[in-house]
Nanobody
């Protein structure tokens, strides 16, 4: 399984970005997909997750500003990020959790930088 993330970039405070992550390869179960982020000197933290049926979970810091969605036919997960703040600056990683084999797969990360 491979994950290819895209959509990061430089944006001003209050701006928006949309991240995409496309999965390829053999996936044997409807996976849970999610986004995590890691700022310099910080631990990787959960941003949002979404199950195959569409149930979502968000970190408190992004609730009301970020929205996660997925297209199961395209094996793609999205993260719409609005009202971006400088503290959202980080490398964003997508993750696929295979619920049958209990395996995690990570994308390569995409840099999001929010200027003040």
């Amino acid at each position: 399984v491979q994950l290819q993330a895209s959509g990061g970039g430089l944006v001003q405070t209050g701006g928006s970005l949309r991240l995409s992550c496309a999965a390829s390869g053999s996936i044997f179960s409807p996976p849970v997909m999610g986004w995590y982020r890691q700022a310099p000197g910080e631990r990787r933290e959960l941003v949002a997750t979404i199950t195959a049926s569409g149930s979502t979970n968000y970190a408190d810091s992004v609730k009301g500003r970020f929205s996660i969605s997925r297209d199961n036919a395209k094996k793609t997960v999205y993260l719409q990020m609005n009202i971006l703040k400088p503290e959202d600056t980080a490398v964003y990683y997508c993750k696929l959790h295979d619920t049958i084999r209990q395996l995690d797969y990570w994308g390569q990360g995409t840099q999001v930088t929010v200027s003040s």
